[in-house]
């Protein structure tokens, strides 16, 4: 259902899209996804979803080192393990309570994630990365509709948010962003307004 | 379509509260996927309809407007100190919310997430712990926690510092709930909060909290405030569980000791059968 290919690196965020302290809610192929920042600047990438009872950990709150639940204040650290649970605070976590940890990769000003991916997350001209752009099309027709018409002066990448819906970010390869935040859009218009 | 439940589907829910309802304007519901017209006319006789069908079971109690569906197999739950006469009926309108129905009973139930969610109302930080608690099967059905203990700084309009609460839970009804709470005033006597949920679609509901309070010079319009600013705390928290449906698979959660109550609500449901808001322990989980 997720339409995600195993092996592959999608790009799921911009880094500048996890300051510190936040907690960036996205989706990967129908899976919901939280990510956070660590404080020695290290992204991470879990479920969108405590344990415990399923509520979004991306309602919740960084707390140093820790991500905490919003429902129950579980707290769990950089390698999805919860810690401290404080309904019973002398309680030893069992290790079976974890949150569910997707792979992480940092290049070319993204946060790449996906389905056990090999390798290195592709290689990208140096540019300064647009912000995302969502289109209400499904990832395979936009990838079809700039195969078909490229755009010049921008890298391209796609993160398939679900079956209908794509964020597209681009990269601009020259000092003209407006240009290219403007080919972007009207990509998304052509794309939303065809039949 | 998955058929209905016949638990929920031949049992009473509350589909409207009287002093919410309005002659100049047909009040549009829906219960179990059956979309309702509720009608107050200028002399207070109520009328619930359906669309696709002859009227429904109807009923009045507690200011609410009860329907079933099917054939009724029992009466409107009972609430036996309702009828108590210093203990005046205080509904306290009814709220939308994006959850299923035993996702919003299980969350009534659970002692954990007050000193978080309701901070500084019905907990704080760090008097997180929960102490241990007993529950029982009660023996119409349902389950009892008793012996729950929580430190409150403002357990109720009227609390005038922090105290060590005792509570009662009942669950009597797949979709009703009440707990029983140390009136900060009389100490020896129960303050009574019930939450009846309106099963709307699988994964939306409507609750209807009522309240059996003892009257401690509370205003109806303040202990409907405290109230109604309780429950749209637990709100945003309720939205945001995920699957909207209550798994009740062993294991598909994780509990601690502190959910004792969440997990015998889970094993009940389980054992009646029931299938409507939740995700059955022989169903593999769909996609939220």
């Known amino acids: ?195 | 379509m998955t058929p209905v439940d016949p638990i929920l589907w031949n049992d009473w829910h509350p589909v409207a509260a009287r002093c919410m309802l309005d002659p100049a304007r047909a009040h549009e519901t829906m219960l179990l996927g059956v979309p309702l017209v509720v009608t107050i006319n200028a002399d207070g006789t109520i009328a619930v309809q359906r669309v696709d069908h002859a009227a429904p079971h109807q009923d009045e109690r507690y200011g609410l407007v009860w329907v079933c569906l099917g054939t009724p197999t029992r009466e409107i739950l009972p609430i036996p100190e309702a009828d108590e006469p210093d203990r005046p009926i205080v509904v306290v309108g009814s709220v939308g919310v994006r959850a299923s129905g035993p996702r919003v009973i299980e969350n009534f139930l659970d002692l954990g997430h007050l000193g978080y969610v309701h901070a500084r109302y019905l907990g704080d930080d760090p008097h997180t712990r929960v102490l241990p608690y007993t529950v029982e099967p009660l023996p119409e059905g349902g389950i009892i926690a008793t012996q729950c203990k929580m430190f409150q700084p403002q357990a109720s309009p009227a609390a005038t510092e922090g105290f060590m609460v005792d509570y009662i839970y009942k669950v009597e009804r797949p979709l009703a709930t009440c707990l029983y709470k140390a009136n900060p005033v009389q100490r020896d006597r129960f303050d009574i909060i019930f939450l009846i949920v309106q099963p709307v679609t699988e994964e939306t509901s409507i609750a209807h909290p009522l309240l059996l309070c003892l009257p401690d010079g509370t205003t109806p319009a303040a202990l409907r405030a405290f109230q109604q600013t309780i429950f749209m705390q637990d709100k945003p928290i309720l939205e945001n569980q995920v699957p909207k449906r209550l798994p009740l698979a062993d294991g598909a959660e994780l509990p601690i000791a502190a959910d004792k109550s969440s997990v015998a609500y889970r094993r009940w449901l389980s054992a009646i059968g029931l299938t409507w808001g939740v995700i059955r322990a022989d169903e593999k989980a769909r996609a939220a």
């Open chain 1, 1 to 195: 259902m997720s339409g995600l290919q195993p092996g592959v690196w999608y790009a799921i965020a911009a880094e500048h899209d996890l300051p510190k302290d936040h907690v960036y809610r996205t989706m990967l192929g129908g899976h919901e996804l939280a990510a956070w920042r660590s404080t020695d600047g290290a992204v991470h990438v879990w479920e969108d979803r405590c344990p415990h009872r399923g509520v979004r950990f991306s309602l919740g709150e960084v707390v140093g080192d820790e991500l905490r639940c919003q429902y129950h204040a579980w707290r769990f650290g950089k390698t999805g393990a919860c810690t401290f649970i404080p309904a019973q605070p002398d309680l030893k976590v069992p290790r079976t309570i974890h949150a569910a940890v997707w792979p992480v990769a940092l290049s070319a000003g993204l946060v790449w994630s996906g389905i056990e991916p090999t390798g290195a997350p592709p290689e990208l001209p140096p540019g300064a990365v647009l912000r995302a752009i969502p289109i209400a099309r499904a990832a395979a027709s936009v990838a079809h509709a700039l195969v078909k018409e490229p755009l010049s002066g921008l890298a391209l990448v796609l993160q398939p948010l679900d079956e209908t819906a794509t964020i597209v970010r681009g990269i601009a390869l020259d000092d003209d962003l407006v240009r290219a935040d403007h080919a972007l859009l009207a990509l998304r218009r052509r794309l939303e307004q065809a039949a």
